[in-house]
Each structure stands twice: as structure tokens, then as C-alpha cells.
């Protein structure tokens, strides 16, 4: 297996020389939006890679657009073949924790399936540095607060099922084919590209922070909370919120570390350290934005675990990150 890609033009910052090649699958989703645009900032040539099911053509403003579905080896080997990527991100997956306990097909299929696929081109093609989008859903109901990466992986739903089951595949992809890779397990994206050029947008939106700021903005009827009878100090869960641009930053950080010849795949988990619950939530957004609107105590959500916070001990050790947005108010005011 010939491996055609230039090692030596990864900086050790997170600017890249010019020429470097990075593809972005799901490049139109959320996340992957805006990492298109970060790394195209710092100097990347960037190939966004999506089949538009949940992302946005519009949302891809900088570099280039393949239309592609994961599942489709042909179209990948032909794109890999092509451009000869240097690294790959991929956030190619579904997400949605809920949605993934009515369909569990849905996710098996296309988030470890899909994977399979795209892990097999890029080995066959010669392309071996991955960052892979996991999940804080790897870890089910918490034994202990803030989970570290040693934490035991009991995932609760199958779209936590899913990503542990790539994950494990990753370890095996490396010793077997050499692919060097990051799976970074994140726990809750929130905010937009401060410079007002993108925005979290899923049709249904089911995430609480844009929901939120929807009902604030007069854009929709009352809040539901789901559960609040779980074990926490005001029963309601506890989630630890993440400003997406920081996570943009953690994978342009990782893109440097697997250039290192000296350092092994490896798992982090990307968090702010801290946890807030729903209504915690609610109640800051109301006073951020000096709005109020109905809430409405529901039933729990299907496969929701009452609480999420990451240790950011070995991303700060492995990555040396220093996020830019720490506070939650500093996520919510991106948004509102
Ligand atoms: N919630 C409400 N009302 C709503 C929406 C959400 O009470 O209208 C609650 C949920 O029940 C949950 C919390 O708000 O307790 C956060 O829910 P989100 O839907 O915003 O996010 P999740 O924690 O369910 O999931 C997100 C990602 C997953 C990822 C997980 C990791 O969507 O992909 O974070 O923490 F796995």
C-alpha cells in the first residue's frame, strides 16, 4: 500500500501550510460547518464531505463540496483517489439520542456501517490520520463525576452503542492497518460561529439550548423539560455545554498531535468541566435575555442518563486547550 501524503506540512500550531488537504465528512452539518470554516481560516484546503440528509449545501462556505454518502465505497474511493487527503474528520454520523431508541437500524447502519466503509477506503487509498466524532453517550448512567477517559463505557441508547462500537473498531483499524486516529468524545455542543455566519440548525430541532432561545424569541410555544424526578439537585439532568468553536479548535489541535510521529491514537473527552441542569439552563437564558415564556415539567426523554460532565484533564495535558468560551453565558450569548 502506497501512502502518498506529506507529512512535514502539518505545522506544529494549528496553522497549516499551504497545500494541506483535509476532508470534513459531514462538512454541512453543524459541527462540521463550522470546523469547513476554521480550518479553511488556518490555512487548510478543505473538501466537505456530506450525502445533505441532515446537513445544508448553504452551511459549507469555504472550500469545496463533494456530495457523498459514507455507504457508497465507490463514490469514496473515487473522491480519495482524486484528492489524496491528508487527514480525515468525521462527523459523518447520527446523533440523536431519542431518535436513535425508536430506530436503532437507522444508527447501526449508517453510523457503523458508514464508518466501516469510509475507515476501509481510506486504508485501501492510503490515507491513515483520522479524528473521529464520539460521544459523551459511550458512558451510560455515570459511576462518577467528571468522567475521565478511564470511566467504564456502558452506553444506555443505541446511538451511544453506536460510536463505542466504531471506537473499538478504530483500535483494531490501527493495529492491524496502521490508521492513527483520535476519537474525541463530546459532550454538549452549543453555540454558533460568533461572526454570525452559521447556526445550529436540525429540522426537527430537539437540542434544549436552540429550543430555548426559540421560545425566548417568541418563535415557539412553551418549553418541555423531560424528567424531573431524576437523582440531581433539582431533578432535572445535568449536561456539561461546549461552544462549538472550541471543539473546532480541540480537532485542529488534533490534527497536529497525530502529525507526531512519537504519538498513539488515542480517546479524549472534549467538555467544559462543569454541568448545568435544565432548568439551570432555562433560567439563564431568561435572564440573559430578560424574556420569559412557559415551561412545562414532562416525562423523561427515552435513553436520557441524568448527568454528563467531562474531565478536561487530558485534553488540556495531551492538546494543551485553553477554551474561549468557559461560562455558559459566554455559549448563550453566540446564540441569542
Ligand atoms: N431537554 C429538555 N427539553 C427539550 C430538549 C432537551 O428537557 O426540549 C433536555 C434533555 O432531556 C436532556 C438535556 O435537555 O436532558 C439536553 O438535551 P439535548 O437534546 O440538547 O442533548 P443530549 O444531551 O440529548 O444529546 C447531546 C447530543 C448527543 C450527545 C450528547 C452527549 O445530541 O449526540 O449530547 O452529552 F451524545
Do not use: W
Request: glycine share 8%; aromatic share 10%; hydrophobic share 35%.
Amino acid at each position: 500500500m502506497k501512502n502518498n501524503h506529506h507529512d512535514d506540512r502539518l505545522d506544529m500550531g494549528i496553522q497549516c501550510r499551504s497545500g494541506c488537504k483535509l476532508f470534513v465528512v459531514g462538512g454541512a452539518g453543524y459541527i462540521g460547518s463550522h470546523m469547513v470554516k476554521q480550518a479553511h481560516n488556518v490555512g487548510y484546503e478543505v473538501i466537505a464531505i456530506d450525502n445533505l440528509v441532515t446537513g445544508y449545501r448553504d452551511a459549507v462556505l469555504y472550500g469545496k463540496f463533494e456530495y457523498c454518502d459514507i455507504l457508497d465505497a465507490r463514490r469514496l474511493t473515487q473522491l480519495f483517489t482524486q484528492y489524496k487527503p491528508d487527514a480525515v474528520i468525521h462527523f459523518g454520523g447520527y446523533s440523536i439520542v431519542s431518535e436513535s431508541v425508536r430506530d436503532p437500524y437507522k444508527y447501526y447502519y449508517n453510523n457503523v456501517a458508514g464508518s466501516l466503509n469510509l475507515f476501509k477506503v481510506m486504508v485501501d487509498t492510503g490515507c491513515k490520520k483520522l479524528i473521529f466524532s464520539s460521544t459523551a453517550a459511550i458512558f451510560g448512567d455515570p459511576e462518577y463525576l467528571p468522567i475521565d477517559e478511564a470511566h467504564i463505557k456502558k452506553p444506555i441508547n443505541p446511538y451511544g452503542k453506536s460510536k463505542l462500537m466504531v471506537e473499538e473498531m478504530l483500535k483494531d483499524f490501527d493495529s492491524a492497518y496502521g490508521l492513527k486516529y483520535i476519537s474525541f468524545r463530546y459532550f454538549n455542543a452549543a453555540g454558533h460561529d460568533p461572526e454570525g455566519e452559521l447556526s445550529e440548525r436540525h429540522d426537527p430541532e430537539t437540542h434544549l439550548l436552540p429550543i430555548v432561545i426559540r421560545a425566548a424569541n417568541g418563535e415557539r410555544g412553551p418549553v418541555n423539560v423531560f424528567g424531573v424526578d431524576y437523582d440531581t439537585f433539582d431533578g432535572t439532568c445535568i449536561r456539561d455545554y461546549i461552544h462549538v468553536n472550541d471543539l473546532v479548535n480541540a480537532h485542529l489541535k488534533g490534527l497536529v498531535y497525530l502529525n507526531n510521529k512519537s504519538n498513539m491514537s488515542t480517546e479524549i473527552n472534549l467538555g467544559n468541566n462543569n454541568g448545568f441542569s435544565v432548568k439551570e439552563v432555562i433560567q439563564k437564558i431568561k435572564d440573559i435575555m430578560n424574556k420569559d415564556f412557559e415551561v412545562i415539567d414532562e416525562e423523561r426523554r427515552d435513553g436520557d442518563p441524568p448527568a454528563l460532565i467531562a474531565s478536561n484533564k487530558k485534553a488540556k495535558k495531551e492538546l494543551s486547550l485553553s477554551p474561549d468560551y468557559v461560562s455558559l453565558e459566554s455559549i448563550i450569548k453566540t446564540l441569542a
